[in-house]
């Protein structure tokens, strides 16, 4: 089975600029997790989608970062303009109905 | 709301010795709990998981936890651990099964010969 695919893996970026993160989840997940991971924490999350539905976004700094899931499935996460403390490491998760997240590889960002 | 405090940042030992990651939370009300594992440049895969039951909850990679209501805590243990331990080891809870996971800020296992 196939697991959860992210892209790019690493993205460094001027402040200021902008910078879109990709996540294909498991097929068949209907539910999917942006976290934020910065350097020393644990990962915080940022949103969870219910097929192309938001669950729970209160975490997400809305002036700056916004996510879609178009048709449930892909999902991408859009950071406009960075900042220096948005370096971190974004993992997508994805969990079918039992519930339990699988993770992918995370997209390391530096902002410069 | 709900916090998880993981006490040491860092946990050295040597090859087949005993380890202990310590974790303990604060919550209102009942919680599930959740130990992951971060290998370098790896997203989290899930050691074990205490939903309901048996307190002693026994995990992958012979990895085990015990869950203290009482003292609100979730250690995680192995007996005999290997270099190929090494690895960040994250603490969690969750209201409501695996949603809306609060993670520890992690402790960093250094497994020596």
């Known amino acids: 089975e196939a697991g959860v695919a992210q892209s790019p893996r690493y993205k460094i970026i001027e402040k200021r600029q902008s910078v879109a993160f990709w996540c294909n989840p498991i097929?068949?997940?209907?539910?999917l997790y942006w976290y934020q991971q910065i350097l020393g924490q644990g990962p915080k999350l940022l949103i969870q989608?219910?097929?192309?539905?938001?669950?729970?976004d209160s975490q997400l700094p809305k002036d700056r970062f916004s996510a879609e899931r178009l048709k449930g499935v892909d999902s991408t996460l859009k950071i406009q303009p960075a900042k220096l403390e948005d370096s971190a490491v974004y993992l997508c998760?994805?969990?079918?109905?039992?519930?339990?997240?699988?993770f992918g590889q995370g997209t390391r960002l530096t902002v410069v | 709301a709900q916090s998880v405090t993981q006490l040491d940042s860092q946990v050295p030992v040597f090859e087949e010795a005993p380890v202990e990651l310590r974790c303990n939370y604060s919550?209102?009300?009942?919680?599930?709990l959740f130990w992951y594992v971060q290998y370098p440049n790896q997203g989290l895969q899930l050691l074990l998981k205490?939903?309901?039951?048996?307190?002693l909850v026994k995990g992958i990679n012979g990895f085990e936890a015990e869950f203290n209501k009482s003292q609100t805590s979730f250690h995680l243990r192995k007996p005999s651990v290997h270099i190929s331990d090494t690895a960040e080891y994250f603490c969690?809870?969750?209201?409501?099964?695996?949603?809306?996971?609060?993670f520890g800020k992690g402790t960093m296992l250094l497994v020596s010969p």
């Open positions: 097929s068949g997940h209907a539910t």
């Open positions: 919550s209102s009300v009942s919680v599930y």
């Open positions: 205490y939903l309901s039951g048996s307190t």
């Open positions: 998760a994805s969990s079918d109905q039992r519930g339990e997240a699988f």
């Open positions: 969690a809870v969750s209201p409501s099964g695996y949603s809306t996971l609060t």
């Open positions: 989608f219910q097929n192309n539905g938001v669950v729970d």
